[in-house]
């Protein structure tokens, strides 16, 4: 039998004495042992503090990135290793697609997300606010990479999703993680790891696994610290309420397993194409990886005459099912993680079972494919039946972690919104309709409870990623039973990881510690225009203050014809009483166009083409006669990727554009951005 090792302190140690039995899933015959006994968890905190978190902290936000694609690629050609050992956890190919590409995909996601971030390792956070009337003194906010480390404890159902999903985002906003997966499935997450550590893509400290109990871990943590759990709500609540958790404010996000709910509109019918959906998706969500999905559906909820028809029809759809031998490629449903696992299943269902009945599948019996019941923790789905869900709360509060899910009437939508807030918050919720009023009914009144709502019709269904895949751009999480936080989210993900301070000073200070031009800061100006310096060679602050132009009756007239804009202010020469404007007035894109006229630098250099506008705003009307210059300026710089040999070299300059009339006073402002050729 095989002893999995911990990987700590950048060695892989085995646990002292002989640990945890692992058995396969579906043979019930005995693999592995997993322990973490006789493990020092204070000098592991203190190898993820002092090598992995100074070594990350120095790393830019798209060294980070790509060291995760890097990790990405290395992973995937690796993946047949890793569904070899999947089987053993009970999952079928496609379950363990979602498990292992599903991982990597989130490494990909956030890899590319360095694109949101600065080319350095902290970023600016939100707008500058200004804090003065002469405008030496304002205020921003900045978040850098806490100091501790991500400490995630996830669940045994995707033992490797459930690991590379937390990770991609902690490593990319620039934090060590200590990973603790749930032990029966822990084999998996090994082989990853042990994969991962012999790629040497990840800097020394920044990633650890235990295989066993976390010991006496959390004692230990402190307020730069971030716990991430993914599980059971009352396993959640006793991490949560550790007391060295509470004393030290130790950020504690929880994604807890919850009665996630799909509604089926009064509108739908059974000969429409949504009914087929409504059906397909409450399968699936019974079926994948056996139910045991933290985001399956468990309450279904359907018009009350609708009731035996889609009774009918969800059982047809269940008998369809194929369950077995995850090896055997006609098998759709494989086996519970464990026998204990199938256990505690079964318990669940005959708590449930006070106020609902059995309507189809067994508690007792399943008709296998290639496998033998007596060996592995395989079960038949469960679909139960609760007439009165307003009077029975048991089917809103007790959760079956397997392929059991309730089916309940409702008598209008007010009704199902309610039923649907019943469980107390959820991951995810479901509405299936045909009219879009319907689904923005249920959304704007049910979104108070569930941290996603998944509209489906027939035009949605068609590309839908389904109830029950998290995505790495939108949060994971929900309120109440759920857990109350939230993971991955895109860039808020990262700043979870991150201590955001308010930093306050003059412009030209705060210029320098955030290397992004401040409004009212000193500008550099030189003889040499920046547009004829390459990208290593412009500095924040670089600038040049244009000659001026007198904007014309002539040039509106003009730029009217050339853009087909007849807006009235800009065409009439009569009383302008009860409008916004005194007299004819410019185009606001025709000064921004004037204003590239007087700031471009026209010869060809280092800048390769205009990139696009971040922001534009018009601050004043401009009227004939009136001059207008420009103080153009270099607010950021972010290098890119060579993408290949025949690529160039370059990188995408951000220039803040101060378009000032006669007065002196702005009348636009813009950020645009540029792509510049770098020298080398």
Known sequence: MQKLGNFVTGRWIEGEGDGQILADAVTGVPLYQAGTKGLDFLEILRYAREHGNPALRKMSFHERGRMLKALALHLKSHLEKFYRISYQTGATRADSWIDLEGGIGNLFSYASLRRKFPDQPFCT??????????????????????????????????????????????????????????????????????????????????????????GNLLDLLDAQDVVTFTGSAATGLKLKS?????????????????????????????????????????????????????????????????????????????AQTLIGNPMNEKVRM???????????????????????QIIYGSLDSVELLDADIGRGAFMSPVLLQNERPFENSGVHDIEAFGPVSTLMPYRDLEEAIQLSKKGKGSLCSTVVTSRDQTAKAYVVAAATHHGRILVLNRV????????????PMLVHGGPGRAGGGEEMGGARGVKHYMQRAAIQGSPDSLTAITSVYQAHAVQKLEEKHPFRKYFEELEVGDSVHTAHRKITDEDISRFSDISGDYFYAHMEHGSFKDTLFEKRVAHGYFILSAAAGLFVDAARGPVLLNYG????????????GTSIGVRFTCKEKTAQDVKDENDIPKGIVKWYVDVYDDSGESVMIATILTMVRKKI
């Open 125 to 214: 956070d939100g707008e500058p606010v200004s804090l003065s009337r002469n405008h030496s003194f304002m205020a921003q906010h900045i978040l850098v990479p806490k100091e501790g480390v991500a400490i995630h404890i996830n669940a045994y159902n995707f033992p490797v999703w459930g690991m590379l999903e937390k990770i991609a985002v902690n490593l990319l906003a620039g934090m060590p993680a200590i990973v603790k997966p749930a032990t029966c499935t822990s084999f998996l997450t090994e082989a990853v790891v042990r994969e991962i550590h012999a790629s040497g893509i990840l800097p020394e400290g920044a990633l650890q696994l235990l295989c066993g109990s976390t």
């Open 334 to 356: 494989g086996s519970l993680a464990g026998q204990d696992q199938r256990k505690e299943v079964k318990q669940q269902v005959q708590k449930l079972l006070a106020s609902s």
């Open 613 to 624: 506008i971040d922001e534009c705003r018009f601050l004043k009307p401009v009227y004939p």
């Open 242 to 318: 550790n007391p060295s958790i509470l004393r030290e404010n130790v950020s504690f996000t929880m994604e807890a397993d919850s009665l996630n709910c799909i509604v089926l509109g009064e509108d739908v019918e059974p000969d429409m194409p949504e009914w087929e959906i409504f059906v397909k998706e409450v399968r699936k969500e019974m079926t994948v990886k056996a139910g045991q999905k933290c985001t399956a559906i468990r309450r279904i909820f359907v018009p009350v005459h609708k009731m035996e028809d889609m009774r009918r029809s969800i059982s047809a759809a269940l």
């Open 460 to 471: 949605s269904a068609k590309e839908s990623t389904g109830h029950g895949s998290p995505l």
